[in-house]
């Protein structure tokens, strides 16, 4: 089915920025609504983002908001999160993950789940 596969995590300062990308396998990327989540050392996986199957709509957990942006390329079957203004407590592993339904911010939603990339933010 759908492999989903994360990149662009690292080391950054505080202030700072990176953008991840998601890259799907697939024909029906396009059938897909997609979110971003993250997993801190001893936290549970706690939604950032979504966008729908089109692009046309995004949503964005509080603590990102004016951050970070998502959007999706679905000729190249790609999604990306591009964050801005880094805090260390930004600091997790993220993970991208597809829907075969509407946007979610619900993680049990979600059908298929890339390995994720690490983001460290120092300060």
């Known amino acids: 089915q759908v492999q989903l596969v994360e990149s662009g995590g690292g080391l950054v300062q505080a202030g700072g920025s990176l953008k991840l990308s998601c890259a799907a396998s697939?024909?029906?990327?396009?059938?897909?609504?997609m979110g971003w989540f993250r997993q801190a050392p001893g936290k549970e996986r706690e939604f950032v983002a979504t966008?729908?199957?089109?692009?046309?709509?995004?949503y964005y957990t509080d603590s990102v908001k004016g951050r970070f942006t998502t959007s999706r390329d679905n000729g190249k079957n790609t999604i990306y999160l591009q964050m801005t203004s880094l805090k260390p407590e930004d600091t997790a592993v993220y993970y991208c993950?597809?829907?075969?339904?509407?946007?979610?911010?619900?993680?049990?939603?979600?059908?298929?789940w890339g390995q994720g990339t690490q983001v460290t933010v120092s300060s």
């Open positions: 993950a597809a829907s075969s339904g509407s946007p979610t911010v619900v993680k049990t939603a979600y059908d298929y």
């Open positions: 697939g024909r029906t990327f396009s059938s897909y609504s």
């Open positions: 966008i729908s199957k089109s692009g046309a709509w995004t």
